[in-house]
């Protein structure tokens, strides 16, 4: 208890929560340590004696609803949880909102060696990983997204103009660990992971080095490990407004129906993936392939593929200069 009151005044928001390998547990207040002192006067107690096992909580779903709870709940704050009651993060009387820090740290494999030809003239210059969106290139933002849920080692695969690569990262101040991997012959956005053999012996996160997913990164890897997938592959939708009116026609030539202007939703690779280590080990040396072969290879032999649906608005994509500039837009 003495503990916990430490930690009270340490943060100075009322109330701790107790969790279990992230889980939510219980709660304990300062009202409830007050009560206990006033009504034990026991110094010595544990918070299992004091704490509150049935806390008031709100799922990630009804996160819009948060303020009118801790009305309705007359609590300081209200944690956020997942359907596994995984503390996502903890929202206050003030707005404010405090996420949990996550702990993913799974290694991150970035494909970083391809020439970019869609950016040219951009990557006449600079290879595409240092296409700088707002002050620093997009690798950077990539890595920082990934560090940001807790992951500290990361694998790039170099190519083109690799040196400039290697001298950037040399350079910045950072708390985590890059290993480059030197990809002396073009070998795909699949064939590369050949060269890590002996380095990556867990489930890792494969990523393309020109997007970036505004999602929780741990709920996509828990998903996959809960799912028991070889590979899962982030797929986001897109919808696609079709211009003109479009007319189908009928096996005698006839018209079947016509649609003014229809809206075409489909999902779509975002060239994210969490994988196992298997698949490193069972690649071919030396042998140009892309990944979603790989996985086609894989599917076909009746491995467990998944996918993991994401918004419209959570795949950010500079594989085009138009998608470059909207992305620069909304990092910045």
Same mark, same amino acid.
């Given at each position: 208890m003495l503990e916990a009151m430490e930690l009270l005044d340490k943060v100075a928001k009322k109330v701790l929560f107790v969790a279990k390998e992230?889980?939510?547990?219980?709660?304990?207040?300062d009202g409830d340590v007050r009560r206990w002192i006033l009504k034990k006067g026991n110094l010595d107690a544990k918070v299992k004696c004091i704490a509150n096992y049935n806390p008031k909580f709100a799922y990630e779903k009804d996160r819009d609803k948060a303020k009118d709870l801790l009305k309705q709940y007359s609590v300081e704050a209200l944690p956020i949880v997942d359907i596994e009651m995984h503390i996502i993060s903890v929202?206050?009387?003030?707005?404010?909102?405090?996420?949990?820090?996550?702990?993913?740290?799974?290694?991150?494999?970035?494909?970083?060696?391809?020439?970019?030809?869609?950016? *040219?003239? *951009?990557?006449?210059?600079?290879?595409k990983p240092l296409i700088p969106i707002g002050e620093i290139p997009i690798a950077e933002h990539i890595i920082n997204r990934f560090h940001t849920f807790g992951c500290n080692n990361f694998f790039l695969i170099v190519n083109h103009k690799k040196n400039m690569i290697k001298a950037y990262f040399n350079e910045i101040e950072k708390d *985590?660990?890059?290993? *480059?991997?030197?990809?002396n012959i073009p070998l795909g956005t699949g064939g590369?992971?050949?060269?890590?053999?002996g380095k990556i012996d867990t489930s890792f996160i494969l990523s393309n080095c020109d997007i970036i997913i505004d999602e929780d990164y741990e709920k996509i890897y828990r998903f996959h490990k809960k799912e028991k997938n070889l590979i899962t592959m982030v797929c986001s939708l897109k919808s696609i407004k079709i211009p003109y009116g479009v007319i189908d026609i009928s096996e005698n030539g006839e018209i079947e129906s016509m649609k003014e202007k229809p809206e075409i939703s489909f999902f779509t690779n975002t060239g994210v993936y969490v994988v196992e280590s298997k698949v490193i080990e069972e690649l071919e040396e030396n042998t140009e392939i892309g990944f979603p072969d790989i996985i086609e290879r894989y599917r076909k032999t009746s491995e467990k593929i998944g996918v993991y649906p994401?918004?419209?608005?959570?795949?950010m994509d500079m594989g085009q200069l138009d998608e470059m500039e909207e992305m620069r837009k909304r990092l910045e």
């Open positions: 992230g889980k939510l547990i219980a709660a304990i207040t929202i206050f009387w003030n707005d404010k909102e405090i996420r949990n820090k996550s702990k993913l740290n799974v290694p991150v494999v970035i494909m970083a060696g391809g020439l970019g030809t869609r950016l *040219y003239p *951009y990557t006449k210059i600079l290879p *985590y660990a890059i290993n *480059y991997i030197d990809e590369g992971l050949s060269l890590l053999k994401i918004g419209e608005n959570a795949w």
